[in-house]
């Protein structure tokens, strides 16, 4: 199974520029208001905050994910989509096969979705563990990736 959340995350720049926008126009009208007899404007204040907090939400949650799990190998990779053309930042990369997947489990809090597996290393006592920013994974990928991942596990504890 592969897929990837590329057509969700494309809206991401043009918000964030919309905030980005918004959190300068504010400033701007905060200091052309300061000349008022008021010596500061604190009505500025929340929207500038509420933006700035959008801001960089979208910022740390703004993340493409791809899923391969054809052939002998899974394969996960996250990448930051902002200036993901010019360079790879934030860029995360997973490829293991399937015999060493151990564990792995979905957090799904309000406004975050995260990822973790969890694979059996040879070289250290224990597991590795990989986070993956998975929010912007629609529902039915997320089932599928679910799924996936289980029919994995059965395979490896059938081996065993």
Do not use: C, W
């Amino acid at each position: 199974m592969k897929f990837n959340n590329r057509k969700e995350t494309s809206i991401i720049p043009s918000i964030y520029i919309i905030v980005v926008a918004v959190f300068i126009t504010n400033a701007f009208a905060s200091v052309e208001l300061k000349y008022d007899d008021v010596p500061f404007n604190y009505s500025s204040l929340i929207p500038n905050g509420i933006a700035l907090l959008i801001g960089i939400y979208i910022f740390i949650v703004g993340k493409t994910f791809e899923f391969d799990s054809d052939g002998e190998t899974i394969n996960f990779k996250s990448n930051g989509v902002l200036v993901s053309q010019f360079m790879h930042y934030r860029e995360q990369r997973t490829e293991v096969p399937k015999s060493k997947l151990k564990d792995f489990k979905v957090e799904n809090y309000f406004l975050y979705k995260r990822l973790h597996i969890f694979i059996h290393s040879r070289n250290s006592r224990g597991y590795r563990h990989y986070k993956y920013n998975i929010t912007f994974l629609t529902g039915k990928k997320t089932k599928s990736l679910k799924m996936s991942l289980a029919k994995v596990m059965e395979r490896n504890k059938a081996r065993v």
